[in-house]
């Protein structure tokens, strides 16, 4: 059973850092197809893409935000990390880490509510 | 950029069938992932590349998928099918794209 577990701050300031951390377990992120995304969902809004981290350490990031964003794994500890920089008001949300096997963003976490104020 | 367009909400009698549709250039070319979320939860995918159902998922539950437009049927409507519906694809160039999200109300 994948179950994945995000954490980190819950209320940032304006031009802060936001650090986010998705601990997993069931999945292992070093096999083929495997990678693990953010995505982030503004109150009342749709789903936005932040980034992803594949199996081989490969990363993509969402074009719009790509400067602002970085994403890392450590599969020994069984975490993957984002930030993202210079936080605003509009970056209000709630933030997922969710399981992307195949192309399907198969497991999600329970989300984790960021209030940037 | 590769965006994909779906209808703000759609509305369905109960019982009846609920057709949501996700627009997007050449989208037929694409495998197409459909995510149901209700209020307070995290998305849950209920169709895969098109037309496939996870386990668990109701076969009242089916996806298809033709040159611009992917759809989404939900047969026998049930007050438990309320919620919001996400259509998704892989495109080369951006990444992870999701259409902007269809609010299902059951009558």
């Known amino acids: 059973q994948i179950t994945l577990k995000e954490s980190g701050p819950t209320l940032v300031k304006p031009t802060q850092t936001l650090t986010l951390t998705c601990s997993f377990s069931g999945l292992s992120l070093t096999s083929t197809g495997e990678g693990l995304g953010w995505i982030r969902q503004p109150p009342g809004k749709a789903l936005e893409w932040l980034a992803l981290?594949?199996?081989?350490?490969?990363?993509r990031y969402s074009p719009s935000l790509k400067d602002r964003l970085t994403i890392t794994k450590d599969t020994s500890k069984n975490q993957v990390v984002f930030t993202m920089t210079n936080m605003d008001p509009v970056d209000t949300g709630t933030y997922f880490c969710a399981y992307r096997r195949d192309g399907i963003l198969t497991d999600w976490g329970q989300g984790i509510l960021v209030i940037v104020s | 950029s590769f965006e994909l367009t779906q209808p703000l909400s759609v509305s369905v009698a109960l019982g009846q069938t609920a057709r949501i549709t996700c627009g997007g250039d050449n989208i037929g070319s694409k495998n197409v992932h459909w995510y149901q979320q209700k209020p307070g939860q995290a998305p849950v995918v209920v169709i895969y590349r098109d037309s496939n159902r996870p386990s668990g998922i109701p076969e009242r539950i089916s996806g298809t998928n033709s040159q611009t437009t992917a759809t989404l049927t939900i047969s026998r409507a049930q007050a438990g099918d309320e919620a919001d519906y996400y259509c998704?694809?892989?495109?080369?160039?951006?990444?992870?794209?999701f259409g902007g999200g269809t609010k299902l109300t059951v009558l």
């Open positions: 981290i594949y199996w081989t350490d490969d990363k």
């Open positions: 998704q694809v892989w495109d080369n160039t951006i990444g992870v794209v």
